[in-house]
């Protein structure tokens, strides 16, 4: 008995006073400790072989206030056949109903339920009830009427018949309905042994007390054992989102390489969203099915003057940039249209026009809309990481080097880099990763030096090196999902099972 605690042996104790055997109701009654105490004590005689812990599910109803007061008055349907039989067999539903004293409530549910049961016919048209007799007693009065006698009845007791009217009763809305476990120890022949042996309960001390350790009686104490090898109850302390922990693991990453942050408003103009960067006014991307523009306002304001027909100029016929442009008449009320931007880059031009002396390193990490079908692989919205460099002698290999040693803090180590068209840079490429698990490359971001299209109607003289890709993508590398759709589910099993970020 020395390796027992005191509720081990206090629990044993119960038990033999039992006979032997006992719920755990009954073992807690008998022994004077908590539920909790008596399970606890359970689980570790359990593990000893001391006891055998069985469960046993069961179902008990019982009538709620509803079920009650049709068991006093009678089922409605009763109610109303009854009434109508008084009235010699034939009335108009109204006649029976007032007869009957239903309330208006009651009239459907008991309309419904003498149709079910073939107890009367109704004749819609001229709204006449007829029944040639009361029809005997049914099941389900016979149950109503056993569960207020017993007050309480386990389902598993019945017969299969009856189990069968009960769900009927449930569904009516007359019972409450509750699922229990009951648990019942028995002794093992290994336990009656230890028993016979004798109990001699000690009670125990679980801490050390400045008057125990003044008066000395710690030494006559019999301290409580405590198994540190025990698992211990399983904890969901506060965390941030999986989602969010990404997010500042890469903005963690881009000011730890030097750059700075920006923001800049989810709502933006037609200019910053598309015209800055020469995209042409007809462009596909600026339709109703790639964008959400806005009905109410409609429209924003356009920047100062001279960048307005700068970009303009770009647009017609190329300015002083060499180009010939897009050959159209540029619209300033195409440009002033407000919509939910569609990529930060926006912001990122708009920080060029104010900031044009390098060197120049920020980003942007932000959320963006599109009209997109919601799939396993595609939202609506998503984070849109964002960076420009800007520096006088930065070339394309210097921004192959930045994207890859981002990526390589996420541990992408297999990184290549693919040639691609985008109407606002070149040469434009796309940074491409491996994944071994799908056995395919997958698209991380685009990338590109900005076009003099672009630049010129900013002031910017020298190169700027520009990317834009989507988080999510690397948050499902990093999490190991297959679909997007997991990110934003908020399915707290996953959330609280997800380790955190390094």
Partial sequence: MVELREHDQKTLEALRKLDGKGTVEEIAETSGLAHAAVMRAALKLS?????????????????NEEGRTYEEKGLPERRLIKSLIRLGGTAKIEKAVNNAKLQKSLVPIALGWLRKKNWA??????????????????????????????????????DKEKRRIMEVLRKRKLLHVKDETIRTLKLTADGQKLIDKGIKIAKEVSQL?????ITGKWRKAKLRQFDVSAAGPQVYPGKIHPLQQIIERARRIFLEMGFTEIRG???????????????????????MQDTFYLSNPKEGKLPR?????????????????????????????????LLLRTHTTSETIKHLSKHRKPPIKVFSIDKVYRNEQLTYKNTAEFYQIEGIVVDKAVTFRDLMGTLKAFYSRFGLKKVQFWPCYFPYTEPSAQA???V????????????????????????????VLAWGGGLERIAMLELKLDDIRLLYDNRLEWIRSTPLCQ
């Fill in 432 to 434: 491409m990763v491996y």
């Fill in 265 to 287: 408003p989810l709502v933006e103009t037609a200019f910053w969203n598309f015209d800055a960067l020469f995209q042409p006014q007809d462009h596909p991307a600026r339709e």
């Fill in 47 to 63: 593990n000893k072989k001391l006891v055998q812990l069985q469960e046993q599910k069961r179902t008990t109803v019982t009538l």
């Fill in 436 to 463: 071994p698990k799908l056995k395919h490359w997958m698209e991380l971001c685009g990338m590109g030096i900005f076009r003099p299209e672009v630049l010129a109607p900013m002031g910017i003289k020298y190169p």
């Fill in 209 to 213: 007390t400045p008057e125990l350790i």
């Fill in 121 to 158: 016919t109704l004749s819609r048209k001229e709204k006449i009830l007829r029944a040639s007799e009361e029809p005997k007693e049914g099941t389900d009065e016979k149950v109503i009427r056993l569960l207020a006698k017993k007050d309480t009845i386990i389902t598993q007791d019945l």
């Fill in 305 to 337: 003057k001279t960048v307005v027909d700068a970009v303009a100029r770009a647009h017609e016929d190329g300015w002083t940039t060499g180009s010939k442009g897009w050959r159209y008449k540029w619209s300033p009320d195409e440009a002033r249209r």
